[in-house]
T-cell receptor
Framework: SQTIHQWPATLVQPVGSPLSLECTVEGTSNPNLYWYRQAAGRGLQLLFYSVGIGQISSEVPQNLSASRPQDRQFILSSKKLLLSDSGFYLC???????????FGPGTRLTVT | AQTVTQSQPEMSVQEAETVTLSCTYDTSESDYYLFWYKQPPSRQMILVIRQEAYKQQNATENRFSVNFQKAAKSFSLKISDSQLGDAAMYFCAYRSAYYNAGNMLTFGGGTRLMVKP
């Protein structure tokens, strides 16, 4: 069976510090990978998606970037965090050719 | 661009009763998929049910069923025999069936469901 991991689960970072959130998927190959952000009490906003190694599509211009160094690894980064980057970050995967997405446990980021 | 609207920010239901959550969407496409996701307090998104637009039959998963009205662009979720564990945020989501449209899900704003014992 497939599982998706995210870490860290919780992170508190000062404004201006760098960020690296990691997502890995097990039990499948060549998944489509996604990063979403959810503000408190709000819906999900797609940030990035990737259909393969090194292939990243950005949906919203912002202070964040994403990379996919390995087939089942997806990383969300920032060089300098802003207060507005606070939120709940969810990673998801789907099989190519199917339409449902499966989500990881999420990372709660607080920028102080 | 597609939009998904959930007009009920909060709903409550008595345990063992039935509740219906509403969702409407706007699209010019004829082929697409619709989903309901549940987000419990742990905040992990869990897929509840999906519906293919080309299927007229409403999807059902145990106590969860949908009422899909394609012409009205409506996709409601019915939860029967509500349980305390059903308390969560519920999100309706849309995905185009056309590969060139990208691989994204468009989410509604969510409905918080409270279950009263």
């Amino acid at each position: 069976s497939q599982t998706i991991h995210q870490w860290p689960a919780t992170l508190v970072q000062p404004v201006g510090s760098p960020l690296s959130l990691e997502c890995t998927v097990e039990g499948t190959s060549n998944p489509n990978l996604y990063w979403y952000r959810q503000a408190a009490g709000r819906g999900l906003q797609l940030l990035f998606y990737s259909v393969g190694i090194g292939q990243i599509s950005s949906e919203v211009p912002q202070n964040l970037s994403a990379s996919r160094p390995q087939d089942r690894q997806f990383i969300l980064s920032s060089k300098k965090l802003l207060l507005s980057d606070s939120g709940f970050y969810l990673c998801a995967w789907s099989r190519d050719g199917t339409y449902e997405q499966y989500f990881g446990p999420g990372t709660r980021l607080t920028v102080t | 661009a597609q939009t998904v609207t959930q007009s009920q920010p909060e709903m409550s239901v008595q345990e063992a009763e039935t509740v219906t959550l509403s969702c409407t969407y706007d699209t010019s496409e004829s082929d697409y998929y619709l989903f309901w996701y549940k987000q419990p307090p742990s905040r992990q998104m869990i897929l509840v049910i999906r519906q293919e637009a080309y299927k007229q039959q409403n999807a059902t998963e145990n106590r969860f069923s949908v009422n899909f009205q394609k012409a009205a662009k409506s996709f409601s979720l019915k939860i029967s025999d509500s349980q305390l564990g059903d308390a969560a945020m519920y999100f309706c989501a849309y995905r185009s069936a056309y590969y060139n449209a990208g691989n994204m899900l468009t989410f509604g704003g969510g409905t918080r469901l409270m279950v009263k014992p």
